[in-house]
């Protein structure tokens, strides 16, 4: 089987993520595959795109313009249709180039190729113009996609719609590099680029904690350091791969995820990314992670808070209840398993044969 992939690639961000963890299980698998990835400096004028210091692969080809216009940006056909492909795969969101795409489309499905748009969108003016291009299936992580954004469209495509959940990353065998400023302390950690006012619950629960926890605060950041200056609080500028942040994660007591408030269908690539390492994730409770499974106290696979309050409740139970912290790394190793990306690529490669037998 012969796979296309018209996605982001390499890059700080969701869709990215997603298409990297299930590509390259498939090339792992033998699977030819050919990425048709954005040029940088299009995709880059994009808060949520930020380049990872990483060399493309050989069969990743650049070869379109993100847009925040629909009938704007370009795709260089000719690179696209000059390969053969069984199954052509677009990770959809909201900056491809949505007419020229569905020019694309037409000419990918007169070359008998089973077309697959993987819905990111998390509103409907950003799925909408996928709905109608009239894919032969249609991947949502889960129930909400179908109930809140293709609703309008299902007596249509109703019976191409498949929920495939969103891949985990496998535990990686890292070794944990615990920093040296954290010796002897409770360490905190969290990473990224959220906005600032994302982390004021943590900074406003850790100076109550430090009352009674000799504890520090590890944030690694790639665009910029917060304006903070408190020597509990260490803070490194860089980008980190991912094995890097496993191990830093690992050596972590902690993992802290900063996240703001949504009314639209999202999730949070940063838990499927960085459960593995099975170190407890704190994060708001917040559309992010409502799949996520907990406990009505909101402890299970994560720990979800509603307020500052809630927040040092549940971190003081991390750090005083081993019962509470085995529980919670337990689940997140449970859901690991039922989601890791191995299990997820063969998903989609059992939706892609039934696709090619119709």
Not at 99 to 116: D, F, I, P, W, Y
Not at 261 to 266: D, F, G, H, L
Request: net charge neutral.
């Amino acid at each position: 089987m012969k796979i296309a992939v018209f996605t982001r690639w390499n890059a700080t961000c969701g869709i990215s993520l997603h298409a990297e963890l299930i590509v390259r299980e498939w090339v792992r698998r033998g699977y030819e595959v050919k990425v048709f990835a954005p040029t940088i400096e299009s995709a880059s004028t994009d808060w949520h795109h930020r380049i990872l210091e990483v060399r493309d692969e050989p069969w990743v080809i650049r070869c379109y313009g993100e847009t925040d216009d629909p009938n704007g940006g370009f795709i260089d056909f000719g690179r696209v249709l000059s390969y053969d492909f069984d199954v052509f795969v677009v990770e959809a969101y909201a900056r491809q180039p949505i007419s020229k795409l569905r020019k694309l489309l037409e000419k990918v499905k007169k070359k008998g190729a089973k077309t697959v748009a993987i819905i990111h969108g998390f509103k409907r003016e950003h799925t909408d113009p996928f709905a109608l291009m009239d894919f032969d299936a249609y991947v949502v992580f889960d129930h909400r996609y179908i109930d809140e954004l293709l609703k309008p469209f299902l007596d249509k495509i109703g019976d191409r719609v498949h929920i495939i959940p969103y891949p985990c990353t496998p535990p990686l065998e890292v070794k944990a590099e615990r920093p040296g400023f954290a010796e002897g302390k409770i360490l905190f950690f969290s990473f990224g680029r959220q906005p600032a006012e994302e982390y004021k619950d943590y900074f406003e629960a850790l100076r109550r904690l430090r009352e009674s926890y000799d504890l520090v605060y590890w944030i690694i950041r790639s665009d910029g350091l917060l304006n903070v200056n408190e020597k509990w609080v260490k803070q490194w500028w860089m980008r980190p791969p991912l094995n890097v942040l496993y191990k830093y994660l690992k050596a972590s007591d902690i993992h802290l995820l900063p996240k703001g408030r949504s009314k639209y269908v999202v999730v949070s690539s940063t838990v499927y990314q960085t459960l593995g390492a099975l170190v407890p994730i704190v994060t708001p409770n917040t559309r992010y992670v409502e799949t996520i499974p907990t406990d009505s106290d909101g402890i299970g696979v994560i720990v979800k808070y509603s307020d500052v309050e809630d927040l040092v409740r549940k971190l003081k139970l991390l750090i005083e209840d081993p019962g509470v912290r085995m529980r919670v790394v337990e689940e997140a190793r449970r859901f690991v398993e039922e989601n890791r990306v191995e299990r997820i690529a063969e998903k989609y490669i059992e939706l892609f044969k039934s696709l090619l037998s119709s």
